[in-house]
């Protein structure tokens, strides 16, 4: 019996898994971060490094949760951490809304096309100073 | 033989109410000599009466041409129509609507990844990433969340190839390709519209 449990839960977590697993490249796939970093630093023979590079954050990041396996690291390796974690959401949130296609239209609209750096300038200010002020004033929790 | 006129229709025509759009200003032409005369040919007077937006094909203007000189090989060799887009005396956006603007986004943006942060409990996710890497539990580990914060929008900048006015490379960021195939498919759109509106009317008149 206990061994039946154990196979029902080793392939609910392997399905859930591959199902998580899929959904997240298909997402980083569909927003076309790979080819714009790779584009932007002409660094198209090593595609297939940002793949695994990818899938062995996606990895070692679950199984370090998972286990709860403290580093001991000081402060302030945290830092470029964090900065790293700061630039992959922007570049995701930036793709997002790209793929929603706003800015073009409201542009076009409000006959603003010359000024579509500064709406650009906008929307990246806002998000860094919405961010910061989250973390030090706001509080929900 | 029949001297050869080769002519390129232009895709798009800027033009003021009651300009008088003539050859010269739809097409470009090749040929000679014989471009003197047929290039003040009056094609379009511009107005507003049928809306912002008139397509000319390149029918009509063979026919102008031939018209005037019956004996000239005109060939076109390019897009077959011609979309003028007549404008009212260029209105600059008011600096007040783009401010507006700006602070729409600005804050709008701001709440929005507010929002985000909240739906992915980036929170905590901060305080257990701050645990696993230092070993301590910190309620606001404002040491990897403010760079964190700032890295946000070095890659939104990234990703639209702009730091502010200056740009990383000669490639369009995806905003300007954005905008680029937004306009693409309107004059696609003026063209077909325009075509079926031409249709519509010679066959009411016809009737």
Same mark, same amino acid.
């Given at each position: 019996?206990?061994?039946?449990?154990?196979?029902?839960?080793?392939?609910?977590?392997?399905?859930?898994?591959?199902?998580?697993?899929?959904?997240?490249?298909?997402?980083?796939?569909?927003?076309?971060?790979?080819?714009?970093?790779?584009?932007?630093?002409?660094?198209?023979?090593?595609?297939?490094?940002?793949?695994?590079?990818?899938?062995?954050?996606?990895?070692?990041?679950?199984?370090?949760?998972?286990?709860?396996?403290?580093?001991?690291?000081?402060?302030?390796?945290?830092?470029?951490?964090?900065?790293?974690?700061?630039?992959?959401?922007?570049?995701?949130?930036?793709?997002?809304?790209?793929?929603?296609?706003?800015?073009?239209?409201?542009? #076009?609209?409000?006959?603003?096309?010359?000024?579509?750096?500064?709406?650009?300038?906008?929307?990246?200010?806002? #998000?860094?100073?919405?961010?910061?002020?989250?973390?030090?004033?706001?509080?929900?929790? | 033989?029949?001297?050869?006129?080769?002519?390129?229709?232009?895709?798009?025509?800027q033009a003021q109410p009651g300009q008088l759009l003539r050859i010269k200003d739809i097409c470009r032409l090749a040929g000679g000599a014989v471009c003197e005369e047929i290039?003040?040919?009056?094609?379009?007077?511009?107005?507003?009466?049928?809306?912002?937006?008139?397509?000319?094909?390149?029918?009509?203007?063979?026919?102008?041409?031939?018209?005037?000189?019956?004996?000239?090989?005109?060939?076109?060799?390019?897009?077959?129509?011609?979309?003028?887009?007549?404008?009212?005396?260029?209105?600059?956006?008011?600096?007040?609507?783009?401010?507006?603007?700006?602070?729409?986004?600005?804050?709008?943006?701001?709440?929005?990844?507010?929002?985000?942060?909240?739906?992915?409990?980036?929170?905590?996710?901060?305080?257990?990433?701050?645990?696993?890497?230092?070993?301590?539990?910190?309620?606001?580990?404002?040491?990897?969340?403010?760079?964190?914060?700032?890295?946000?929008?070095?890659?939104?900048?990234?990703?639209?190839?702009?730091?502010?006015?200056?740009?990383?490379?000669?490639?369009?960021?995806?905003?300007?390709?954005?905008?680029f195939l937004y306009q693409e498919t309107i004059d696609q759109y003026v063209i077909n519209d325009e075509k079926q509106k031409v249709e519509r009317d010679s066959h009411g008149?016809?009737?």
């Amino acid at each position: 019996m206990e061994l039946l449990y154990s196979l029902i839960l080793i392939f609910i977590g392997l399905a859930g898994g591959i199902a998580v697993g899929s959904g997240f490249v298909a997402f980083i796939t569909v927003l076309d971060i790979v080819p714009r970093l790779v584009q932007m630093t002409k660094a198209h023979r090593f595609i297939r490094g940002c793949e695994y590079s990818i899938v062995l954050g996606v990895l070692f990041f679950t199984w370090i949760d998972f286990r709860g396996w403290e580093m001991g690291f000081p402060d302030w390796a945290t830092i470029p951490l964090g900065l790293t974690m700061g630039i992959f959401v922007g570049l995701l949130a930036a793709a997002l809304t790209e793929v929603i296609n706003v800015l073009p239209i409201l542009a #076009k609209r409000l006959r603003m096309q010359e000024h579509l750096l500064y709406l650009l300038m906008a929307m990246a200010l806002g #998000k860094v100073a919405g961010s910061i002020y989250q973390w030090m004033v706001f509080r929900v929790w | 033989m029949k001297p050869i006129l080769y002519l390129r229709l232009k895709k798009k025509v800027q033009a003021q109410p009651g300009q008088l759009l003539r050859i010269k200003d739809i097409c470009r032409l090749a040929g000679g000599a014989v471009c003197e005369e047929i290039k003040e040919i009056p094609v379009y007077a511009a107005s507003l009466n049928h809306g912002n937006y008139t397509v000319i094909d390149s029918l009509d203007i063979l026919g102008l041409i031939s018209e005037q000189a019956p004996s000239l090989d005109v060939r076109n060799v390019g897009p077959t129509q011609t979309i003028i887009e007549v404008h009212p005396p260029a209105k600059e956006p008011r600096i007040i609507l783009v401010l507006l603007v700006w602070m729409i986004l600005f804050v709008g943006s701001g709440l929005a990844i507010m929002n985000f942060h909240v739906d992915v409990s980036m929170q905590e996710v901060h305080q257990r990433i701050y645990y696993l890497v230092t070993g301590r539990h910190v309620h606001q580990p404002l040491i990897l969340q403010i760079p964190y914060s700032i890295g946000i929008g070095t890659g939104m900048i990234l990703f639209f190839n702009h730091l502010f006015k200056r740009r990383f490379n000669e490639e369009p960021s995806p905003m300007e390709l954005e905008m680029f195939l937004y306009q693409e498919t309107i004059d696609q759109y003026v063209i077909n519209d325009e075509k079926q509106k031409v249709e519509r009317d010679s066959h009411g008149t016809s009737v």
